[in-house]
């Protein structure tokens, strides 16, 4: 049994994550920022089968929000032995529409809240000697992508920051992985019509959309082995290769 954080949990990849996690029989929190009622939603939904999760609301890019999590997090689990940031937010927009706003809105989100979140939950990994991190990235952030440069740039920092953190804290026995999912049927990809997830499912080996599961399928393996550190591991249907 594990000691879950999910930030971002309340819809898409991190619903499913938070869902099949706690159904495995893990301790599980769900971070939210303004989906209070879709978090609160899922605690009742998986109360009613008798699987309790917490929810915590907090915008993981402000430090204060943060530390009141962990603080909340150890309080209530006792330790933190997993983290999986998949907070984030994109926007479709030429590059020279990009405002000062936009920038700092996007990578405050995705970026400056891994930040806050992996040096919040450190000293009780290091204590500890064991840990689990995952930050949720994305196929664009490995491969970049039109009219989302800001959304790519943060994700890019990330699996950036997965590198260098497993080289550092590997001999604490802390893993710290990447998954960057591929075009994953989710609210995020809502805005993309049907010609264009027809034209994707046709460059894609598997000729197939991914579903969160596809995901979670991975973060699972990820949380359960000993040997994998330091990787960006895209669950991408053949996407890219």
Known sequence: MKNIVVTGGSRGIGKCLVENFAKEGNNVILNYNK??????????ELAEKGIRI????????????VN??????????????????????????????VTEDDWNEIMDTN?????????????EMLHNKVGCIINISSI????????????????????????SLAKELGPSNIRV??????VINTDMNSVLDEKI?????????????????????CAKWIVEDEFTTG???????????
């Not at 490995?142 to 990330?158: D, F, L, N, P, R």
């Not at 997830?197 to 399928?217: A, H, N, Q, S, V």
């Not at 990787?231 to 290769?241: A, D, R, T």
């Open 177 to 182: 992985n990447s998954i960057a999912p591929g």
């Open 140 to 163: 664009w952030g490995i491969t970049g992508a039109s009219c989302e440069a800001v959304y790519a740039a943060s994700k890019a920092g990330m699996d950036a920051i997965t590198k």
């Open 231 to 241: 990787q960006v591991i895209s669950v991408n249907g053949g996407y890219v290769i």
């Open 111 to 123: 970026l400056k809240s891994v930040y806050y979140t992996i040096q919040g939950v450190l000293p």
């Open 54 to 65: 917490e929810i915590y609301k907090a915008d993981v890019s402000k430090r204060e929000d």
């Open 35 to 44: 989906s209070k009622k879709q978090a609160e939603k899922i605690k009742a």
């Open 197 to 217: 997830k027809e034209e994707i499912k046709k460059e894609t080996p598997l000729e197939k959309i991914g579903e969160p599961i596809d995901i979670y399928r």
């Open 68 to 97: 009141k999590l962990i603080k909340f997090a150890v309080k209530t689990m006792g330790s933190i032995d997993t983290l999986i940031n998949n907070a984030g937010i994109a926007k479709l927009q030429m590059f020279q529409d």
